[in-house]
């Protein structure tokens, strides 16, 4: 049975097509050189002087012209269905992340809420639960803001309402929210911030972006790690880095990772959670501030860093402003 499904593999049904018409294509045009005598004998009794204007390889080139347009055709419905084929496999990956994702939270706070309700707990340990169900919430919350965005009409064309932001506080303000996390892995956070003029950003937006960084730098970086944000200027740009000691990213996913339901696949990635969306909202919110994101890695195991890089006058933004 897996033998037939190995035979009958689209890619192999593909290039066998593909085979039979170049076979056939030359068998025509071999049976039409034989019989040329034939057919011009046959045209020169229906109309003389018919091939007088050498027009007697017109027949062949239509022929071969017909043959390469099925062929592109066949091509077309190939390339058509790949890509039919791997959004179908993206969008179960989707469905089973994204079940996952909100399963576990919600069975989180289900527990401690049972343990709540049935036994007596110190005021202390009701703090840590209320704490606990807290960050469990919050993380809820950031995904279905992740797949709302993400499945709107237009992702790209984002509503954006920006102000002026001073990004220490800000910045401040976002890792304060992932201190729980930091704490459960033993992760090292630092914020390096150099003299930086406030920036236009859309606050909602870009703690959005930052919040899916670090995020992402928590779950690929292992117990006692560190993830450092560093904040420098670059010419007209301000450019804000998110500098992990994770598992890494080699050369290709560096260029494919902020595609959309694009997840790394590899071992050591089996049973890390993730949607697939985060990087893709968070390079289109970038781009609708008129910046730029990109990832590096030196390769597995060394880490990962995400430079997310925004303009410093704000010109180009006024035209998007919303009051």
Not at 127 to 147: H, K, P
Not at 153 to 168: C, M, N, R, T, Y
Not at 283 to 300: D, F, L, Q, T
Request: glycine share 8%; hydrophobic share 40%.
């Amino acid at each position: 049975m897996n033998k037939l499904r190995t035979i009958f593999h689209p890619i192999f049904v593909f290039i066998g097509v593909q085979i039979a018409w170049i076979i056939l294509m030359g068998i025509w045009i071999n049976w039409y050189i034989k019989n040329r005598r034939d057919f011009e004998e046959f045209a020169k009794s229906i109309q003389p002087g018919l091939f007088d204007a050498d027009l007697n390889w017109v027949i062949l080139l239509e022929g071969c012209f017909l043959m390469m347009v099925i062929l592109g055709g066949v091509l077309l419905i190939f390339v058509f269905w790949g890509k039919q084929a791997r959004l179908n496999r993206l969008q179960s990956n989707f469905v089973s992340s994204v079940s996952h994702e909100l399963k576990s939270p919600l069975a989180s706070i289900q527990l401690y809420l049972e343990t709540m309700k049935l036994q007596k707990v110190s005021p202390e340990e009701a703090r840590d639960f209320v704490d606990i169900m807290l960050t469990d919430t919050e993380r809820l919350s950031g995904l279905i803001d992740n797949i709302l965005e993400a499945s709107g009409a237009d992702p790209k064309g984002l509503k954006l309402h920006f102000q002026s932001v001073e990004l220490k506080p800000f910045l401040n303000e976002v890792m304060e929210g992932h201190q729980r996390r930091f704490a459960e892995k033993k992760i090292e956070a630092k914020l390096e911030v150099q003299e930086c003029p406030p920036l236009q950003l859309d606050k909602r937006a870009m703690k959005m972006v930052f919040n899916n960084l670090i995020g992402n730098a928590l779950r690929y970086s292992a117990e006692g790690g560190s993830i450092t944000i560093r904040v420098k200027e670059n010419g007209k740009f301000c450019d804000i880095e998110i500098i992990d000691s994770g598992i890494g990213l080699s050369d290709k996913d560096c260029k494919k990772v902020f595609g959309k339901f694009y997840r790394v696949q590899n071992k050591e990635t089996q049973n890390i959670e993730g949607a697939g969306l985060g990087l893709y909202l968070t390079r289109e919110i970038v781009k609708n501030h008129k910046g730029k994101i990109k990832a590096s890695s030196e390769g597995r195991g060394k880490g990962t860093t995400f430079t997310v890089s925004l303009p410093m006058n704000g010109v180009n933004l006024e035209s998007h402003i919303e009051v």
